[in-house]
């Protein structure tokens, strides 16, 4: 009871959180010019957001389908492509931000079971590198990104020394996450470390985790591979936000969007937001904001006679979160029509 309790007064304090954010933003850079940019936005342009959103979506199944694999799992690239496009549904349109996850972990091992040995942890083990080798692509591209514009000083130098400085702790973080996961060594050190310590049931749990990684050590050469596949993931993605500006009329130097969109993207993981509402379209409204970064195109922004930068910066916040949301609708339909087969029988 009091769990439960606890539970819904942390959605509505998330959800307080997220109306606060996005009221801000539209006070702070006018509803009614941010409603008329997003209405006034070339369909065309917008068309095809949607359509590469999708593709990142296909590449993403993809991704998951080598990493379910190299694990040994058979799990076809359909049911990999349905399952995960139902995960991207429940992530963005329930209040949690894991449900999706655990819908694909759910769907790999209720297939498997009654022909294969448990795979609960192993289907587990290949989504979290899902999420780790995404997260890391994002912070790759945001690094390079980040170097090339302190190299060119369009930014404010204190400014690019604070987000060099965010982005390099949260890229060393994953190389680090990743390296403990997947390097025999240092995972033997870690156990070694955890049992002299007398952290028995951390020990217990440590061992469980290696084991369903198991597979994945010392695979560098496949896991390189898949890594590719997840900056081909983050390219498309990072790409509906240049055709929404586009769309928008606005005018944004490349490296901006390889710069800020992995900072964006990592916040929306966090636990204020709710269906990927609230945090995202604050910091972008900011970064977006920021003086000389966005521009109206030749056209201006709606055709408007004055650009307004506050106004078009939140709608490049928010029409990229509106298109995600309708092409994830698709995921909603696989979701409420997916089959209530039985785990496969063994000939």
């Known amino acids: 009871m009091a769990a439960a ?16 954010i996005l009221w801000w933003v539209v006070v702070r850079s006018g509803g009614a010019h941010i409603a008329a940019a997003i209405l006034s936005a070339d369909g065309r ?18 991704q998951w389908h080598l990493l379910l694999k190299i694990q040994g799992i058979r799990f076809g690239f359909m049911d990999c492509f349905r399952s995960y496009y139902s995960g991207m549904f429940l992530n963005n349109f329930l209040p949690g931000t894991v449900g999706g996850d655990a819908l694909r972990v759910w769907d790999v091992h209720r297939e498997q079971q009654a022909t294969h040995p448990p795979s ?11 999420r780790l080798m995404g997260f890391s692509a994002l912070s790759f591209f945001s690094l390079i990104a980040l170097g090339l514009e302190f190299q060119r000083q369009e930014l404010p130098r204190g400014l690019m020394i604070n987000l060099l400085k965010a982005v390099g ?7 680090l996450v990743l390296v403990l996961l997947l390097s025999r060594r ?21 061992a469980k985790i290696q084991d369903a990684l198991h597979a994945y050590r010392a695979r560098w050469g496949s896991i390189a591979g898949v890594f590719l596949v997840a900056c081909l993931v983050q390219l498309l993605r990072v790409s509906v936000h240049a055709l929404c500006a586009f769309a928008l009329q606005l005018s944004l130097a490349p490296a901006f969007f390889f710069s800020f969109i992995p900072l964006i993207a990592l916040t929306a993981v966090l636990p204020l937001n709710v269906g990927g509402w609230g945090v995202p379209q604050g910091l972008a409204t900011y970064l977006y904001g920021l003086p ?56």
């Open 186 to 206: 240092f995972s033997s050190a870690l156990q070694s470390v955890i049992h002299a310590l007398g952290f028995e049931r951390l020990g217990n749990i440590h």
């Open 169 to 175: 702790a949260v890229s060393g973080t994953f190389v």
């Open 292 to 347: 000389g970064i966005l521009t109206a195109s030749a056209v201006g922004l709606a055709g408007a006679a004055v650009f307004d930068p506050k106004a078009a910066a939140a709608a490049l916040a928010f029409l990229p979160t509106a298109i995600g949301m309708l092409v994830m609708l698709g995921g909603g339909f696989y979701f409420v029509f997916r089959p209530s087969r039985e785990p496969r029988k063994s000939p």
């Open 45 to 62: 342009w917008v068309g095809a957001a949607a359509v590469v959103f999708f593709l990142s979506i296909v590449a993403g199944a993809w």
């Open 120 to 130: 609960l942890g192993k289907a587990a083990a290949s989504t979290l590198l899902d």
């Open 5 to 20: 309790k606890f539970r819904s007064l942390w959605m509505w304090l998330r959800l307080v959180a997220v109306v606060t």
